[in-house]
C-alpha cells in the first residue's frame, strides 16, 4: 500500500529538470532537494526515473521505503508558478508479511508520518493533502 501526499509550491523549477526518458513528466528535483535537505539524517538514494514519475529509496526505522514524486505541468505552463505535486511513500514488505497481512502500511506510519511532518514545516509547501 502507498500514502499519498498532495500540495502545491512554487519552490521548484521544473523546466530545468533532467529529462525523463520515459515519460514526459516532472519531479526529479523534489527528490534532489530532499536528499540534501536531509542529508545528515536520511540516506536518500539518488533519484531515477519511471513511468510515471520519479522516485528515489531509503531505510527508515528497519524498513524500506519508496518515495516517488511528479508535478503536473506541461508545456506552455508557467514552470515558476505554484504547481501541483503529487509525493508518494510505498513501504516495501516481504511476501510473507504480505501473507500474513503484517507491517501494512498505515496513516501512522512512521517514515509517512516524518515525510508529512516534514512538508508542513515548510511555508513554501501549501494545501498539503493525504490520500
Not at 536520511?42 to 520519479?54: F, H, M, R, T, V
Not at 517514515?111 to 515548510?122: A, I, M, Q, T
Amino acid at each position: 500500500m502507498t500514502k499519498v501526499l498532495h500540495f502545491k509550491t512554487a519552490l521548484f523549477d521544473v523546466s530545468k529538470e533532467k529529462e525523463n526518458p520515459f515519460n514526459l513528466i516532472y519531479g526529479i528535483s523534489l527528490l534532489e532537494w530532499l536528499r540534501e535537505e536531509l542529508k545528515n539524517k536520511l540516506e536518500i538514494s539518488e533519484p531515477d526515473a519511471e513511468d510515471w514519475g520519479w522516485y528515489s529509496e531509503l531505510e527508515f526505522d528497519g524498513n524500506s521505503y519508496m518515495i516517488g514524486a511528479c508535478a503536473f505541468f506541461e508545456e506552455g505552463d508557467d514552470s515558476t508558478s505554484e504547481l501541483d505535486w503529487v509525493f508518494q511513500v510505498h513501504k516495501y514488505r516481504s511476501f510473507k508479511d504480505k501473507l500474513l497481512g503484517r507491517n501494512k502500511m498505515t496513516d501512522t506510519d512512521s517514515c509517512f508520518v516524518y515525510f508529512k511532518e516534514f512538508f508542513e514545516r515548510y511555508p513554501d509547501f501549501k494545501e498539503l493533502n493525504v490520500e
